[in-house]
């Protein structure tokens, strides 16, 4: 082997050792977290160095939380919420940012900055305002009234609009030959031309929806409409801070979002658009 080769394998070695590093570092919260979900009463879950697989795993933990907690309608509540978020914000994301994409009109360029620029502004100066129209419009303790600040975001309409951009033209003006509406070509060719956008924004919505606390929290006092960051926050007052249950309501409340992430991401490929375009 050259020495050239040498370094450079050496090299490799490294940087791979150091993302290792860095990977397990990111992963140790909820490898811990998963580690002590399984672990026994006479277990000690603050033990250093740190004993990742339990000597005695138990699934007790799970159905005690399970049992002596509503975390069935818990998670009813979280999917609808979730799935009704991700599907307005989809719908109306992708409505606002078509025109701002492929139709000229006066003022265009105006009304995008507007609303990329509310994306600095933090929720928390928004809070009590749409708290207060929230009770107004009747929705407080309901599903729309958790779903009412996330119809639509400016970060989803950034996004698409960037996708829409990227759309070829000939595209376009072909469907319009065959007399095909605004409404027609945005289904119809626009959709499925930026589908990897749509999936990523529809993960993003998913897992900022299913994990928001502090929204709920505010909009909601009637526990049968709870979803589960605030079903798992009860916990500490119901099991006087037991670790290993707080922990296994952690787990059955973020298991969901892997399962969706990992179900989606075989979506996120690139999809060629000019390969309808004959040149």
Do not use: H
């Amino acid at each position: 082997m050259s020495r050239k080769r040498q370094t450079q394998m050496w090299r490799n070695v490294w940087r791979y050792l150091l993302l290792g590093a860095i990977a397990f570092g990111m992963l140790f919260p909820l490898l811990w977290l998963v580690s002590t979900s399984f672990k026994s009463p006479t277990e000690d879950i603050f033990q250093f160095p740190p004993q990742l697989i339990p000597s005695q795993p138990t699934f007790q933990n799970f159905l005690t939380v399970w049992q002596t907690n509503p975390f069935g309608q818990y998670l009813w509540n979280s999917t609808i919420v979730a799935v009704l978020t991700v599907s307005l914000n989809l719908l109306f994301c992708s409505l606002a940012a078509y025109p701002l994409a492929r139709l000229d009109f006066r003022g265009r360029d105006v009304i995008f900055t507007l609303v990329v620029s509310t994306i600095m502004i933090p929720f928390q100066i928004v809070m009590i305002p749409l708290y207060i129209l929230t009770v107004q419009l009747g929705l407080r303790n309901t599903y729309l009234g958790i779903i009412f600040p996330s119809l639509a975001s400016a970060f989803g309409i950034f996004l698409l609009r960037q996708a829409f951009q990227g759309v070829p033209k000939e595209l376009e003006e072909a469907a319009r030959m065959d007399g095909c509406s605004e409404l027609g070509l945005w289904w119809n060719i626009m959709l499925p031309a930026v589908r990897p956008a749509l999936v990523t924004l529809a993960i993003f919505v998913f897992i900022g929806s299913w994990s928001d606390f502090l929204w709920p929290l505010i909009v909601l006092d009637r526990p049968e409409y709870y979803t589960l960051p605030l079903g798992v926050a009860t916990l500490a007052g119901t099991f006087s801070l037991d670790w290993r249950l707080i922990a296994a309501g952690s787990v059955i409340s973020i298991a969901p979002v892997i399962l969706f992430f990992l179900l989606m991401q075989r979506y996120i490929v690139p999809t060629d658009t000019s390969s309808g375009v004959k040149g």
